[in-house]
């Protein structure tokens, strides 16, 4: 098995989703990760896709740097991490074609910690080259800080000036060694209180709930294509306690795979396209590639 596959994803604030398979594999302890990820979206919400508005257009580029560090956790794999995004954002009313935002700042620190629950053994980089991958299952937790460049007079920002944690459990099966896999990924992120919204309003919004379903397949010893349905419900948004975004219902098309680069490097590309959206949920085209070094 390639000793380049990666464990710990980063919860980027657009799009939030893993959107690929194979985003939780295994990986040796004792491993430092380090990536760059550059993230291109076009949408109808702010940087973060849960805050939408119908009559909105946003074309955001993001690159985030991340870090994230495996180990042994009481005899399983896991993680330690952070990523810090920095977005550059046009949006429009898409009615008149005011400019709302053309600013470029940063966004909010996320900080990540990942458990395997079964099927992930903590291996040294010796033992690991050695281990043949079978079914494995894990949770996931990244929590934005509402650390981003925000003004409480304007209605779009890059930073959300909230806090958000969202919950992932990875269930991957594999009958051919890890030839190929199913991933499942249901997931729900919740929202603190935005207290300073649009004039000092308060902006809340209930549970989001989501489900990822991939497949993925070795094309090579060291490549890997992936293609999936990512699925979200939920995340209603009040003003001042009136509803400003009913609950969305949204299914979108996740392509996407990964190779080996240079020595303990990788790429993953993924890109997403919205088949369904319903009842105010965002309106997304992204595409990612994130590079990847492990030492």
Known sequence: MPVWVLLLAVCLQAPVSAQVGRYYINTPV????????????????????????????SRNQTLTLSYAYITSLSGRTGG???????VSMLSYDDSSGAVLLDESGTGDVA????YNLFGAPALSREAF?????????GLHFSLNVPTGDYDPDREVNIGTNRWAL???????????????WWDFYPSVRLFGDNDDFAGSTTLSQKPLWGLEVHYSRNVTPSA??????????????????????ESKRSLRLALGGG???????????????????QGG???????????????
């Open 30 to 57: 004792d491993t430092h990760m380090v990536s760059s990820i550059f993230t291109g979206v076009r949408s109808n919400t702010q940087a973060d896709t849960a805050i939408g508005a119908s009559e909105l257009v």
């Open 80 to 86: 330690f991490g952070f990523a810090i995004p920095g």
């Open 111 to 114: 900080l990540t910690f990942d």
């Open 129 to 137: 080259v050695r281990h043949t991958p079978g079914d494995y299952s």
């Open 166 to 180: 969202k919950t992932t459990l990875n269930y991957s099966v594999t009958g051919n060694g890890g030839v190929s």
């Open 224 to 245: 890997w294509i992936s293609g999936g349905l990512v699925g979200s419900l939920g995340g209603q948004i009040r003003v001042n306690n009136e509803i400003r975004e």
């Open 259 to 277: 190779f080996a680069t240079w020595p303990r490097g990788a790429a993953i590309l993924t890109y997403g396209h919205d088949l369904i959206d």
């Open 281 to 295: 949920a965002a309106r997304v085209d992204s595409f990612m590639l994130q590079l990847l070094h492990k030492f």
